[in-house]
């Protein structure tokens, strides 16, 4: 199998604060994690690559310095939401992909549920 | 990246047969087209994969003509619970890795 988890599933913050949200593979392991974000209604955007080891690549308009990625093993990438204001109350997905996949498969988690007072 | 075309929504009732068009005229040559099912607040979870011609599993069937400039995916005899957001993405050729999500199709099943 290939399970990716995440943790917290929800989260309520004030704004102003941190929030940080793990991403793990569990019975794998990951070379490159994804981080998405996807507003009600809308579909999912990437908002960066991480490769274990090496910075994270972000997409067009994304803030690197706001959506700190970190991905320290194979297993674990964690995205920082840094000064979280309502606006950035959002679903994030993570995706995890295998070194041997075929075709570049992606593995998703559950997604977090962000909500900034 | 190839960009893709489908349906926002589609109404269908249980026990019937859906199929799902999706269209990516500038597919490369190297893309796989990929299908993926999105319940409310979930991450999305794999259904198919394909390259040409048909593909089938368990769950559904995956046609692709020719020219590969379309796909459609067909869900047999669908289910409550198969209401979903279904989401048609090409790319996972060689040189890159990412997924761009269009917005996909909104399957409603009715009793």
């Known amino acids: 199998g290939a399970v990716v988890s995440q943790h917290p599933s929800r989260v309520i913050c004030k704004s102003g604060t941190s929030v940080k949200i793990e991403c793990r593979s569990l019975d794998f392991q990951a070379t490159t994690m994804f981080w998405y974000r996807q507003f009600p209604k809308q579909s999912l955007m990437l908002m960066a690559t991480?490769?274990?080891?090496?910075?994270?690549?972000?997409e067009q308009g994304v803030e690197k310095d706001k959506f700190l990625i970190n991905h320290a093993s194979l297993t674990l990438s964690t995205l920082t939401v840094t000064s979280a204001h309502p606006e950035d109350s959002s679903f994030y997905i993570c995706?995890?992909?295998?070194?041997?996949?075929?075709?570049?498969?992606?593995?998703f988690g559950p997604g977090t549920r962000l909500t900034v007072l | 990246l190839a960009k893709t075309t489908q349906p926002i929504s589609m109404d269908s009732y249980e026990g019937q047969e859906v199929n799902i068009t999706c269209s990516h005229n500038?597919?490369?040559?190297?893309?796989?087209i990929t299908w993926y099912q999105q319940f409310p607040s979930q991450g999305p979870r794999f259904i198919i994969q394909?390259?040409?011609t048909k593909v089938t599993n368990e769950v559904a069937s995956l046609f692709i003509p020719a020219d590969r400039k379309s796909s459609t995916l067909s869900l047999p005899r669908v289910s409550l619970s198969d209401t979903a957001v279904y989401y048609c993405l090409v790319g996972g050729g060689s040189g890159y890795s990412t997924l761009t999500f269009g917005k996909g199709t909104m399957l409603l099943v009715s009793p």
């Open positions: 394909g390259y040409k």
């Open positions: 500038n597919i490369a040559t190297n893309d796989y």
């Open positions: 995706s995890a992909q295998r070194p041997d996949s075929k075709n570049n498969e992606q593995f």
């Open positions: 991480s490769n274990e080891g090496s910075k994270a690549t972000y």
